[in-house]
């Protein structure tokens, strides 16, 4: 399987268990939702598998490459990517020159020099990767437009171009339609989905808008109390009487439906 593989991840606090003993798969070219109640452990996975929190217990691995004992740097290095609540981009910047940042930083690696210096070869890969990620995002047409003039539902959409022309492959999304409204957010689920089914990379999404979810995700992991409780598609786990004793009250549910 090439992707991001979690077996048997235990993560605790003091003498709280965040997360139990779970395993879930999130290969190339698959939209994978992971949902729970709050708290449940979803952002905790989120920090192991990005490195910036130490498991008790478990593996994770990184396009067959066991990545456990690496620090965050390095993963990203490899082609995991996140993005963040608290959107990072420079309003002051256009949108194109913020994606560009993305491409700038990974192709500077562990060297912060290439930052400063890039090299003049380099221009032509730069306005390829920035042409390519603006494209996939949909926002070709605010291209030159400043950052601080967008709504956040565009903001959204110009980080996700931006970590892909960092050449992120397998991108970690907590909760990234917080703060938009219904179209925006049906604007960034078929970008995301675009992203998987165009472009091949794997994405791993953390939500609570359920009808974003069972529209987009083809496969979905629920947790409870830091364990698996369900695997499934969307169709099943919807069905699954212990995912609605947990989560999915029928309110959810008919709100997905609708
Ligand atoms: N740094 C920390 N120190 C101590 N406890 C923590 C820490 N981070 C999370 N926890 C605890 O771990 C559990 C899982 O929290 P986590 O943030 O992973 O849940 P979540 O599923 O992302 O929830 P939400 O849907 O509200 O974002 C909770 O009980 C939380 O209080
Ligand atoms: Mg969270």
Redesign the pocket.
């Known amino acids: 399987m090439s992707g991001l593989e979690v077996s048997g991840l235990t993560v605790r606090?003091?003498g709280?268990v965040?997360v139990n003993n779970l395993s879930l798969e999130a290969p190339l070219g698959r939209l994978t939702g992971l949902i729970?109640?709050?708290?449940?452990?979803?952002?905790?996975?989120f920090a192991a598998i990005s490195g910036l929190v130490r498991p008790d217990e478990g593996i994770i691995r990184l396009f067959d490459r066991d990545v456990s004992g690496l620090a965050a740097p390095p993963r990203a290095q490899l082609g995991l990517g996140r993005t963040f609540q608290r959107p990072e981009l420079c309003s002051s910047l256009s949108v194109a020159e913020n994606v560009a940042l993305g491409w700038e930083a990974r192709a500077a690696g562990g060297n912060p020099w290439r930052h400063l210096v890039p090299r003049r070869t380099d221009g032509r890969a730069l306005r390829e990767a920035v042409a390519t990620a603006v494209e996939l995002c949909g926002i070709g047409d605010i291209r030159e437009r400043k950052v601080g003039s967008l709504s956040v539902g565009r903001r959204r959409l110009v980080e996700l171009a931006r970590v892909r022309a960092g050449g992120y492959r397998l991108l970690l999304l907590d909760?990234p339609s917080s703060g938009l409204e219904t179209a925006e957010t049906t604007r960034f689920g078929a970008v995301i989905r675009r992203m998987v089914d165009e472009d091949g990379v794997g994405i791993l999404l953390?939500e609570?808008d359920m009808a974003l979810v069972m529209e987009v995700c083809d496969y979905l992991f629920t947790?409870d109390f830091?364990e698996r409780i369900f695997a499934g598609t969307p169709a099943a786990t919807r069905a699954s009487g212990v995912v609605r004793a947990a989560y999915l009250g029928d309110a959810v549910l008919q709100d997905a439906a609708g």
């Open positions: 606090f003091g709280n965040a729970g109640p709050n708290g449940a452990g979803k952002t905790t996975t909760e953390v609570h947790l830091g």
